[in-house]
């Protein structure tokens, strides 16, 4: 409609306006039923945000935890290897050894066998001799008997 027309009609000019008076009353209302949702979901982004940003430090942490857990790991493995090599050249000696100990006391029970015989051999030398003795003892009484 014209303004005019609209003017000279005063009825129809307070209908216009009140309807128009609605419809930017309702836009209004639409409007803040808008902001108040966007606020709404604001408010629970923020929220939401919060405990994220919370758990994303933990995480955060965890992480940095993690990476130092995983440098003295690596730090302990290479020492560990560090002393497997040690170990295994000392494990080489201890055999090297423990080889050269068994030939000696194979030779030390050669030697104690040898000596165990000579002893035996020893032992019946001394009953001999004492077996001798014995029949020069007795011959010697006879002789001095026969002589005296």
């Given at each position: 409609?014209n303004p005019i027309q609209?003017?000279?009609?005063?009825?129809?000019?307070?209908?216009?306006?009140h309807?128009?008076l609605l419809y930017q009353?309702?836009k209004?209302?639409?409007?803040?039923?808008?902001?108040k949702?966007?606020t709404?979901?604001?408010?629970k982004l923020i929220a939401?945000r919060e405990?994220?940003?919370?758990?994303?430090?933990?995480?955060?942490?965890?992480?940095?935890?993690?990476?130092?857990n995983?440098?003295q790991?690596?730090?302990?493995?290479?020492?560990?290897?560090?002393?497997i090599?040690?170990?295994?050249?000392?494990?080489?000696?201890?055999?090297?050894?423990?080889?050269?100990?068994d030939?000696?006391l194979?030779?030390e029970?050669?030697?104690l066998?040898?000596f165990?015989?000579?002893t035996e051999?020893?032992?019946?030398?001394i009953?001999?001799l004492?077996?001798?003795?014995k029949?020069?003892e007795?011959?010697y009484?006879?002789?001095?008997?026969?002589?005296?």
């Amino acid at each position: 409609m014209n303004p005019i027309q609209v003017l000279r009609n005063p009825e129809n000019c307070l209908s216009t306006t009140h309807e128009e008076l609605l419809y930017q009353s309702t836009k209004v209302n639409e409007s803040k039923t808008k902001v108040k949702l966007v606020t709404q979901k604001m408010h629970k982004l923020i929220a939401d945000r919060e405990p994220l940003t919370k758990e994303i430090s933990h995480y955060q942490k965890q992480v940095i935890q993690n990476e130092i857990n995983h440098t003295q790991l690596e730090f302990n493995l290479k020492q560990n290897e560090a002393k497997i090599n040690q170990y295994k050249t000392i494990i080489a000696k201890l055999i090297i050894d423990s080889q050269e100990n068994d030939r000696i006391l194979t030779k030390e029970n050669l030697l104690l066998q040898q000596f165990h015989h000579q002893t035996e051999k020893s032992k019946e030398n001394i009953k001999k001799l004492n077996k001798n003795l014995k029949y020069s003892e007795d011959n010697y009484q006879i002789l001095k008997d026969i002589f005296h």
